[in-house]
Structure formats: structure tokens, C-alpha cells
């Protein structure tokens, strides 16, 4: 069964021009939403996929009324394809029923990663270029051996835990982490 999903932003936009196209390409029943695509809880798509079965297909004007991210796409259209759910994009000519919709389908998959890989090396390489400039990583650095050490001596002297912790702006579990750890 061709199932539609059609999408549009707000309540004054017309998902007509979608709704026509997936009439056309023979979806048989077709869900539409109004609301943004970064809005997750999209009610009729969530019955759209919930309904789609093994052998189904599951038909959008354009992948973007479907999901904003590429990265959340892919998730999807993965999902589908683990429940025998084939997928058609009526603009961007993909359709992996067909033997050069899967291969579109799966440079795009590639092209993910690829952008994700890039993403990652770019991020190693400012770590490390943050470093070579003196920059400290991680979180900042509570209290200085010189607070532990004083610390400890008020400790000794027979103060509280929570008053010492308190006169250096920490909390008592801090406070122990640090006696502990010198």
C-alpha cells in the first residue's frame, strides 16, 4: 500500500500542492501534519509510521517536510527499511524500491557519515590546537592546593565540615573529594 505524508510549517500554509502530488503517485491514504519539522511530536506522522507494514511504501513531496536533520533522516529511513517499509521522495527522485533509489539512498547515507567524520576531525584538531595555546580542557578547578591545605587545618582545629566547605563557596562533597584526593 502507498501510504502519503505531507508537512507544512504553520496553519496559514496549504499543504494542497503536497497533497495533490501524493494523489498522483497513488497513495491510497495520506497523513498530513501542521507543524514545524524541528517540533518532534508530530501527531499524524507518528500514526503514519505506526500504521506502515512490511511491503508498504511510504511516500513524502520532498524529504525535508519528513525530517530537518540528515542525521535524523537517515535514522528513519533505516528503521523502514529494517521493517520492509520501502521510501519515495516525489521531488528529489528517490525511491528505494528501485535498484538506483537504493543507491541514491545509500550515498546519502555515506555522504552522513562522511560530513559526520569531518565533524569529529575538525573538533579533535581545535581540541588540540586549544591546547598547544595553553588552554586548560575540562572543568575549572574548585579549589587551589592552598584552600585544601587550609581547609584542612580549620578541620583540625576542630571546625565543621559544612562551615569550612561554605567560607570557600563549595559544597561539603566537593570539600571531602579534595581532602581526600591530597
Known amino acids: 500500500m502507498k501510504i502519503g505524508y505531507a508537512r507544512v510549517s504553520t ?14 503517485a497513488g497513495c491510497e491514504r495520506i497523513f498530513t501534519d501542521k507543524a514545524s519539522g524541528a517540533n518532534a511530536k508530530r501527531s499524524e506522522l507518528a500514526k503514519c509510521l505506526k500504521g506502515l507494514a512490511g511491503g508498504d511504501t511510504l511516500i513524502v513531496w520532498k524529504l525535508d517536510r519528513l525530517g530537518r536533520s540528515l542525521h535524523d533522516l537517515i535514522g528513519l529511513l533505516d528503521e523502514l527499511k529494517a521493517r520492509g517499509v520501502a521510501f519515495q521522495s516525489l521531488t528529489e527522485a528517490i525511491d528505494t524500491t528501485t535498484p538506483t533509489g537504493r543507491a541514491m539512498w ?39 592546593p592552598q584552600q585544601v591545605a587550609h581547609a584542612q587545618k580549620l578541620i583540625e582545629q576542630g571546625e565543621h565540615h559544612d562551615t569550612v566547605a561554605k567560607s570557600l563557596g563549595v559544597s561539603r562533597r566537593t570539600l571531602y573529594r579534595w581532602l581526600h584526593s591530597s
Request: glycine letters at 8%.
Open 11 to 24: 496553519d496559514e500554509q496549504n499543504p494542497d500542492l503536497q497533497t495533490d502530488a501524493l494523489k498522483v
Open 106 to 144: 545509500q550515498m546519502v547515507g555515506i555522504l552522513a557519515e562522511l560530513e559526520r567524520s569531518l565533524i569529529q576531525e575538525r573538533t579533535k584538531a581545535g581540541r588540540a590546537a586549544a591546547v598547544a595555546r595553553g588552554v586548560k580542557m575540562g572543568r575549572k578547578v574548585k579549589l587551589t
